[in-house]
């Protein structure tokens, strides 16, 4: 094993920020690479840190927003820009940035949201709004239709199919925030119901919150998704009813 032996120079050297201080040169064949000052040195190792790490977390957060897959429509929405002027959606707003708020404390101990009333009220902007609280938490967040949703697992049945059953229930159980949207614009069938349910169901075992956001009321949606459903969707949560006027 051969020893590799390297020269060193020193010198005074001075710095316009920092002073005097000893420069240190090595020598590499015919070339002399000098220090300069350790202190100018360091900080721009800590300055290129700070810029990976802040790269890292954009990069972080577009990959959560894009798995997110909110709506283009709702590209632009948020809890700020959610547009109150009835206690109703006062009360409803209220509850949604507390809910955005303590993102962290509702993963911890599954309680979701139930929204439901009429077309055009807001229920599915203040879902989304929460979502994003979510997402600034760096928690990631699932938006799904019911209707897609319930049309993947199905499509899971063909005997052509690559994708695996469990693959996409597994898939809707990994978020911390799952968003289901439009429950109920479904035939109704006991295959849609069960499939509802093992979602539903996997997540309320793992503590996972659920927002459900549909146009049915209580009787209505029992009927639909069923009593056990139901009953998990609403343990521990809050069910919020928006019935004023469309905003469309």
């Known amino acids: 094993m051969f020893e590799i032996e390297i020269d060193f120079k020193r010198e005074a050297g001075f710095c316009n920020e920092h002073g005097h201080f000893e420069n240190l040169g090595a020598f590499v064949g015919d ?3 000098w220090s300069g000052c350790t202190l100018c040195v360091s900080k721009e190792i800590e300055e290129e840190n700070k810029a990976i790490a802040v790269e890292a977390e954009r990069l972080m957060n577009k990959r959560l927003y ?4 909110f709506p283009k429509r709702y590209e632009n929405k948020n809890l700020e820009n959610f547009f109150v002027e009835n206690k109703g959606q006062m009360n409803a707003l209220g509850t949604a940035l507390l809910y955005g708020k303590k993102s962290k404390e509702k993963l911890s101990n599954g309680s979701g949201l139930l929204f439901y009333g009429a077309c055009g009220t807001g229920k599915t902007h203040l879902a989304i709004g ?5 997402l600034e938490a760096n928690l990631s967040v699932m938006y799904v239709r019911a209707s897609a949703l319930i049309r993947e697992v199905k499509e899971t049945w063909s005997k052509t199919s690559k994708v695996k059953e469990g693959e996409v229930y597994a898939k809707y159980s990994a978020p ?6 439009e429950i109920g614009r479904q035939f109704g069938t006991d295959s849609e119901k069960m ?3 093992e979602i ?3 997540r309320y075992e793992q503590m996972k919150p659920i927002i459900a956001i549909t146009n049915l ?3 209505n949606l029992s009927e639909y998704i069923g009593v056990a459903a139901l009953d998990r969707l609403k343990e521990n949560g809050e069910s919020i009813c928006f019935d004023w006027s469309s905003y469309r």
């Not at 894009?66 to 897959?69: K, S």
């Not at 929460?130 to 979510?134: D, L, M, Q, R």
């Not at 911390?176 to 949207?181: E, N």
């Open 31 to 33: 070339r002399i690479i």
């Open 195 to 197: 499939i509802l349910f």
């Open 200 to 202: 539903i169901n996997e």
């Open 217 to 219: 009321d209580g009787v």
């Open 176 to 181: 911390d925030l799952l968003i289901v949207d």
């Open 130 to 134: 929460i979502g994003k609280k979510f």
């Open 66 to 69: 894009d798995e997110a897959a």
